[in-house]
Each structure stands twice: as structure tokens, then as C-alpha cells.
């Protein structure tokens, strides 16, 4: 994901903030949940199978979801994910069929901005990915990874409880191929997701 669509994914953010009227404050206790559409890119280097370069291709845009809980003004957790995505595969160029990936974050976020009235409460997080595949070419298994994931985003209140939300999230995954039990290669997806949605806070 170039530099570019993130730099103007987020000024667009901070400008639709701006024509907002609404203030709110994240506090102890509040519990939130998220729904949107999210993008992904993969790396370019996606590992191999046996003596050819495999390629994994970006998905297509899917639902995202996510919900939270902030244990102190400033700090909670999140669970969130999307449903699954197609990857088309080739192994030195030629067509490989396809894959489905089902990613799922553990994440605690930092929220700089935290019991202080605002329109714009922008977060960071870090934590643990889980993603299972599915839908492998005939013969081959790719297990499953967990690696780390991070985090940024940013709600835009529209009113107290309901809020505009858009988010770029980037994780470490990577996936040992196997055929009858012996391994084949490997799949590096490592995806970066952008998207936006909405957040509800309770």
C-alpha cells in the first residue's frame, strides 16, 4: 500500500471531523462495536512452491467488523476481523488456483485523546493475529499463522453514540504449504487492510 493512499485516506478523515458538530469522549467502560469494508494489499515477495515464486494476489474489498471495551480512559481492547477473502495464486507465473484467508485480531489500543472531549479520537494498537485458511488448491494445505498485527484508526463523532470510523491495519502473516504431509513452500501474505465504516459506543 503506497504512502499516498494512506496520507489521503487519513487527511479525508481529518476533514470530514472538521465539518462534524458532535464532541464525545472515550471513557472507562465504554464498550463499542465496528462494522465497515476493508481493502487489502499483499506484499510483493510471497514466498515459493518448491522452486517456483509463488504470487498471491491483493483481495477484493469485504466486510470488516470489530468490537471493543476501554478498561481506562485511554486504553482497552478489541477484538476484530473480516470475513473471508480470495487470494488468486501462481507459482512461477503460471495459474495456481486460489486461496481463502479468515483473519482474526486481538488487539489493545492506545486512544491519545481519551476523556477528553473531542470530535476526532484517533487510536493505535498491537497485538495477536490469527488467521485460518481455506479453500486450497486440490492436495495442498496451508496452515494456519498467528503473528503480531498493529494498528491505526481514527472515530469522527456524528453524535455522542455514533461515530464515523476509518482504520489501516498491517499483519504478520505467514502460512507452511504441505502436500501428503510434506511441506512444499511457503505463503508470505503479510496484508495491509485499509477501510472505513462506522462505530457505535455504548
Not at 477528553?116 to 495442498?140: C, H, I, K
Amino acid at each position: 500500500m503506497s504512502k499516498t493512499k494512506l496520507i489521503s485516506a487519513v487527511a479525508i478523515a481529518a476533514g470530514c471531523a472538521f465539518a462534524s458538530q458532535a464532541a464525545m469522549a472515550y471513557s472507562a467502560g465504554d464498550i463499542f462495536v465496528r462494522g465497515g469494508i476493508g481493502k487489502t494489499d499483499t506484499r510483493s515477495d510471497n514466498g515459493n512452491v518448491g522452486p517456483a515464486e509463488l504470487d498471491i494476489s491483493s483481495g477484493e474489498r469485504g466486510f470488516t467488523y470489530g468490537a471493543g471495551y476501554l478498561f481506562h480512559d485511554k486504553i482497552g481492547v478489541e477484538l476484530n476481523g473480516s470475513e473471508e477473502v480470495e487470494h488468486e495464486l501462481s507459482a512461477g507465473g503460471a495459474d495456481a488456483g486460489s486461496i481463502d484467508r479468515m483473519p482474526v485480531n486481538l488487539l489493545v489500543n492506545y486512544y491519545p485523546l481519551g476523556g477528553l472531549d473531542s470530535r476526532v479520537q484517533p487510536y493505535v494498537g498491537a497485538g495477536l493475529n490469527y488467521t485460518r485458511f481455506s479453500g486450497e488448491p486440490e492436495g495442498v494445505d496451508a496452515r494456519r499463522s498467528y503473528g503480531a498485527v498493529g494498528q491505526v484508526g481514527i472515530d469522527l463523532a456524528v453524535t455522542e453514540n455514533f461515530m464515523l470510523n476509518g482504520f489501516a491495519n498491517y499483519a504478520d502473516v505467514d502460512s507452511r504449504l504441505s502436500a501428503d504431509g510434506e511441506r512444499i513452500g511457503t505463503a508470505k501474505v503479510d496484508p495491509m487492510t485499509i477501510g472505513g465504516g462506522v462505530t457505535f459506543r455504548f
